[in-house]
């Protein structure tokens, strides 16, 4: 069993920045690569930003240009970092390790708000 812990979220202005990182009891993001989701109230959950065991990325079309997604393998960690922030990315964001074809583990989520 791999547990995520996220950290990082927090209450910003618009326009600003925040940095979310994900910690993995285990070496799974190298392996099986990792994603964040996001939800916001009365919304589904959606992809955010992912990146593969091989680094490549892939990104929501209203993420593009403002969020980046990494990995440090040494530390089984995943970041994301959101610039330029908008209200409407406020949201739980919650990390995301697949293992298909098992259900994918899930970290218990951090509150981003935007304020405007």
Do not use: H
Request: aromatic share 8%; glycine share 12%.
């Amino acid at each position: 069993q791999v547990r995520l812990v996220e950290s990082g979220g927090g209450l910003v202005q618009a326009g600003g920045s925040l940095r979310l990182s994900c910690v993995a009891s285990g070496s799974i993001f190298s392996i099986n690569g990792g994603g964040w989701y996001r939800q916001a109230p009365g919304k589904q959950r959606e992809l955010v930003a992912s990146i593969t065991s091989g680094g490549s990325t892939n990104y929501a079309d209203s993420v593009k240009g403002r969020f980046t997604i990494s990995r440090d393998n040494a530390k089984n960690t995943v970041y994301l970092q959101m610039n330029s922030l908008k209200p409407e990315d406020t949201a739980v964001y919650y990390c995301n390790a697949p293992r298909n074809p098992l259900p994918a583990y899930w970290g218990q989520g951090t509150q981003v708000t935007v304020s405007s």
